[in-house]
């Protein structure tokens, strides 16, 4: 049987040449790499160049800026992935500073766990990585990537920050419904493509297929939601924004309930996306699924 565990053991040898690098040297070969990708993933560049200028109605100058920007920083977000074990409290906090702690802490008072409201902004294993480190409770439930060993490596820097890893059981919802009554912080990525079992709700200017699961636990389990994301810094770094709590009405009307609060969760994003566009990632097939409307 052909195992393909040699590539868990190379991306260990990046990653301890890595930690020795000064955190400067890190972004900037960070960016390099990301540069070069740029010119290497002429499938996923135009894609996102093509979603890019279709949602934000700009020029196709102004789109390969903006993507060429994102590709350098997913180059750097790759290396600091890797830098994950060279990495403490201290440490951390030196990278990354918080913007609204309090309405975490807040919601956290509650004793019902938190919802997190993410997207693929920005670093996003740093901001589990960083609020686990800065204190907070964080959970994550695990997903295969495509790959074991990316997935092993994964776990296994995600547990050094101080994630709790909750693995599929039966379904995905009995996983993140022990994290919340546990009273974790749990996050949920609701910026992609949800299938023919999602909820349309215009985002970005297109109808998308998106996930219903944040706003099913909300009502089922009373749990607060606090949209969080990671932005890079300019000078190096990055900066946590935490946002005030979002509200679920209820009126007993489910199928309603549900869309007006993924609404509210999807222009969230949507709004964070459009404030700093070379931060989200562009060439994922977010409106893979055709609306109904769009068919007829």
Known sequence: MVTNSWQYHLLKLVSRLVCLLPYSLLLALGGLLGRLYYYIAGRQRDR????????????SA??????????TKLGQTFLEVMYLPALNPAKMAQHVEMEGRQYLEDALLKGKGVAVLAAHVGNWEWLGAALAMFGFPVASIVKRQPNDQHTKILNEYRQHAGIEIFTRGTTELVAAAKALKQGKVLGFFSDQDAGPGGVFINFLGKMA??????AVFVRRLGVPVVPIFMI????GGHRIIVSPPLEFVSTGDEAADIYRF?????QVIEDIIRRYPDEWLWFQKRWNTKWEGEQA
Request: proline share 5%; charged share 25%; net charge positive.
């Open 209 to 214: 297929s998106t996930p219903r699961g944040l």
């Open 48 to 59: 996102a160049i093509a979603q890019i200028k279709e949602s934000l109605n700009i020029s």
């Open 262 to 266: 993924t609404s509210q969760a999807t």
């Open 232 to 235: 890079r810094q300019p000078r």
């Open 62 to 71: 102004e789109a390969e800026q903006i993507i060429r920007r994102l590709f």
